[in-house]
């Protein structure tokens, strides 16, 4: 009797050492970066926003999804804006998929902008398309001041 349950043991830790072997576990997209610079060089296009957008917000954050996409998020003492861009036009690579309150539709140079807006709680998303790419901005609680217009310009004076 003693014998097998001692056999019974191991065969258990074998079979559960088995198991743990054939475990997949699937790896993280998101890769950060230490500066900007890096995380172009690895989508392999310039973001071209700098580390500091309209002198009160700093990047915080730099990352990108499987080599294709760009996210930095700029914030401030009370702001945070999530910046992203990628290949292809007419794309919505925010992430984000909360419902908002009104959508307006504009051109500029040869591009698009979509803005969403929430009035309770000004929180923003911004999807740009422009010269082959899909830019998203996307703003919680809303922009300090107009520094919505100084991520803009940012963008389109590239």
């Keep these: 009797c003693m014998i097998s349950a001692v056999f019974a043991g191991c065969g258990n830790q074998t079979a559960a050492q088995e198991q743990e072997s054939q475990t997949t576990m699937i790896g993280n997209p998101w890769s950060d970066w230490d500066s900007i610079e890096e995380a172009e060089s690895a989508v392999g296009f310039s973001f071209e926003l700098p580390e500091t957008v309209a ?3 700093n990047a915080v954050s730099v990352r990108t999804l ?3 996409l760009i996210e930095v998020v700029y914030r401030d003492a009370e702001f945070e804006v999530c910046v992203r861009k990628q290949k292809g036009e ?3 690579i925010s992430g984000d998929y909360n ?7 504009t051109h500029r140079d040869g591009g698009t902008i979509t803005n969403y807006q929430n009035a309770d709680n000004n929180a923003v998303k911004q999807l740009i398309s422009y010269m082959e ?3 998203s901005l996307v703003a919680p609680n809303g922009y300090r001041g107009d520094s919505d217009g100084a991520f803009l310009s940012e963008i389109w004076e590239q």
Excluded: H, L, R
């Design 99 to 105: 419902e908002y309150e009104t959508c307006t539709e």
């Design 90 to 92: 007419g794309q919505d």
């Design 55 to 57: 002198d009160s917000y």
């Design 66 to 68: 499987n080599n294709e």
């Design 133 to 135: 790419y899909s830019w």
